[in-house]
């Protein structure tokens, strides 16, 4: 009798999936895996590299699910920024623990640790990777993705990616690709800002194209999506919302997110604290309808900017934001055609605007934003009071160059 529940479980994913086919909606891969593939991981130790995200279409977690089946045994999980379950603030360092809700040992990949050692592997057969990513090289989960593929690779163990959708367009690449001399945390790989790529595929481009440490290959299976094409947006797939990342609440934050993450970099506030992140953006000296008619000015495809007011305050998942407690004044992104917006252009008009304005209030740290940007040349353009057209066509042959290297390891058309 102990056996018919996770029984019962799997039979009503299979309707589930099978209901979600026949209607064309996306399918992602942790369900099809759960339908089709469970056979990869009988009677093997599995660790899961995922968070909060990490869920299937009835709103259960993969953790949840896979322990529950009989002959699956999950011996360890692997959270990356924010945590297992996606508690944790930006930033926070995560400690190792064990999952309340399972009781299985829980290993931060976001603290000391990035990359999962010898000991905290030993026993693992397999390693199975469920993150939502949004689709920007400076988004960490993409990191821990390169790092724990890594890590497959040196202690042989088997690398499953259960694919998810690209959330903006898998067609979309812009900015500048990655610097050597700037990898970090925050930009693991040679790619552009924005590279159009499903976790999936990206795992198969890192593996494949000789880019993980060592040269070493990892034994990586990819289990596809059904119904998904590559020109869909998020909000076209059919899945529920759950925030990538507690600071984007939103598809709207989503769009912006590439290319105002850059303001992270000044002492202008990027709207944490507030209800619309990345989507605000101000200081108390700045001029709202002065920075949003010069923006305007500039007739940035696909984009308009508002004044605003805005006042940042601590929230769970935004501690200590710029200027707490203090009125802000800027403008707000408002993108009118996704398809046409190009997130990382728009950001240089912004700090170009900004640094015209207030060249003597901007202040900029120069490491942080060349880390974000992947490269120095932006910043140094910027300070040269380059306009941004000219910034904006220092990177475009690297990225077409990318945009044609990157096919090879496409899934979906």
């Known amino acids: ?43 093997k ?22 322990s529950g089946i009989p002959g699956v045994k999950v011996v360890a999980l692997f959270g990356p920024e924010h945590g297992i379950r996606g508690a944790a603030p930006a930033g926070a360092v995560v400690g190792n623990s064990v999952d309340e809700k399972t009781g299985i040992p829980v290993f931060s990949l976001y603290g000391k640790v990035k990359k999962p050692t010898p000991e905290m592997l030993k026993g693992i057969d397999v390693l199975i990777y469920d993150i939502q990513d949004v689709g920007a090289r400076f988004y960490t ?53 924005v590279y159009g790529m499903t976790p999936g595929e990206l795992a198969t481009m890192f593996n494949e194209a000789g880019w993980i440490a060592g040269g070493e290959k990892a034994n990586l299976k990819v289990i596809r999506m059904e119904n998904y094409h590559r020109k869909m947006w998020y909000d ?30 000044t002492n202008i506030s990027e709207g944490r604290g507030t209800e619309r992140p990345f989507e605000f953006i101000g200081a108390p000296f700045i001029d709202g309808e002065k920075l949003s ?13 508002k004044s605003v007011d805005f006042k940042p305050k601590s929230l769970p998942w935004a501690t200590n934001p710029k200027y707490e407690g203090e009125i802000c004044h800027g403008v707000r992104i408002v993108v009118t055609d996704r398809n046409e917006f190009k997130p990382v252009e728009m950001g240089v008009y912004l700090l170009w605007a900004l640094r015209k304005l207030y060249p003597d209030s901007l202040k900029i740290r120069p490491l942080a934003l060349d880390r974000l940007a992947g490269t120095p040349v932006i910043r140094e353009m910027i300070y ?30």
């Open 293 to 305: 008619r010069l923006l305007n000015r500039q007739h940035i495809k696909g984009v308009r900017f």
């Open 236 to 265: 076209q797939t059919g899945l529920s919302w759950q925030k990538p990342s507690p600071n984007l609440p939103g598809m709207t934050s989503v769009e912006v997110y590439p290319g105002s993450v850059l303001i992270e970099a």
């Open 45 to 66: 130790r599995v660790g899961i590299i995922t968070n909060q995200s990490g869920v299937l279409r009835d709103g259960r977690h993969i953790v949840d699910v896979l």
């Open 1 to 43: 009798m102990k056996q018919i529940k996770p029984i019962s479980i799997v039979l009503s994913l299979f309707l589930l999936v099978s209901t979600c086919i026949a209607g064309g909606k996306v399918v992602t891969g942790d369900e099809v895996f759960v339908q089709k593939f469970l056979n990869l991981i009988e009677g």
């Open 141 to 193: 989960y993409i990191s821990t993705l390169d790092l724990t593929l890594e890590a497959a690779a040196e202690n042989k163990i088997e690398y499953i990616v259960l694919d998810r959708p690209d959330m903006l367009s898998g067609d979309l690449v812009d900015g500048p690709v990655l610097v050597d001399s700037l990898k970090s945390f925050v930009g693991i790989q040679p790619i552009p800002s």
């Open 384 to 413: 040269e009071g380059k306009h941004p057209e000219e910034i904006i066509s220092s990177w475009q042959k690297q990225t077409e160059e990318f945009s044609r290297f990157r096919k090879k390891f496409l899934l979906y058309k």
